[in-house]
């Protein structure tokens, strides 16, 4: 089920973290990143790294976060451009009062995503929420990875 606008940035702004999809040395990579939504605009702080100099050399970006309920999983891709923000404005300002830094730094911009494409779907789940578990069988607990020897 495909959702209108109005409800997609509901369910954007009902989350603070999400994934953002920059293109690295011509190949697509994804950060995981707290974020608010200020009206019709994402808004997030990052240091200097690679999200920064991606977003330097090409704008366009894609971001996305999803959630499920006992019966539902959605999803809301927001495709657009990133902005590099001025170190005081209204939208820095709201977003420093809604977004306390994950990492203690005196050294972050903050980046403002405009959207050009926004699609939110979400899917009924027809099984239970689960994982398979190495014999095949559906199971609520999450799976765990065999663990490496050194």
Known sequence: MEFAD???WALLTSRTVGRLSVM???????FPIDYACIGQTLVFRTDVGTKLRAMAHDQHVAFE??????????????RGRAERLPGSSELTD??????????PTESFTWIAVHADSLRARSF??????GRL???GALTSRPMT???RTP
């Open 6 to 8: 109005a409800d997609a």
């Open 65 to 78: 976060v999803d959630g499920h309920t006992p019966s539902t999983t959605w999803s809301v891709v927001v």
């Open 124 to 129: 009924e789940h027809h099984l239970p929420i």
């Open 94 to 103: 709201q977003a420093t009062a809604m977004l306390p830094p994950w990492v």
């Open 24 to 30: 690295v040395d011509g190949h697509p990579d994804i």
């Open 133 to 135: 578990d190495e014999a």
């Open 145 to 147: 990875l065999p663990r």
